[in-house]
């Protein structure tokens, strides 16, 4: 499914599979490190039908894992993706 998404595409991301849930401004660090972001809170899910080790269809989701990934994107404020990965269990 192939879908537009202004967030992502300003930052130069291709990936179709990362839907965008909210853009907020966030404080983070301490001390004279800390400074203002912009947060992009994401989620990069897909289908998957068949296990890529296994080959069998025994996959189910199996809830998501967030990772931080920062954006240099060459602005005064940093860009932080809060970008929440579907993890996939396989029951064979
Ligand atoms: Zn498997």
């Known amino acids: ?9 300003v930052l130069g991301i291709p990936d179709h599979n990362i839907k965008v849930a909210f853009v ?4 983070r660090g301490n001390g004279v490190r800390r400074r203002q972001y912009h947060v992009i809170d994401a989620e990069l899910t897909y289908r998957l039908t068949r296990c890529p080790l296994c080959g069998f ?8 894992y967030t990772t931080h990934v920062r954006v240099l994107n060459g602005v005064e ?8 990965k579907q ?3 396989c029951h064979s």
């Open 57 to 64: 269809e025994a996959l189910h989701p199996n809830r998501f």
């Open 1 to 9: 499914m192939s879908q537009y998404d202004p967030t992502l595409s």
């Open 24 to 27: 907020c401004h966030e404080y």
């Open 87 to 89: 993890r996939w269990r």
């Open 77 to 84: 404020m940093p860009t932080v993706i809060a970008l929440h």
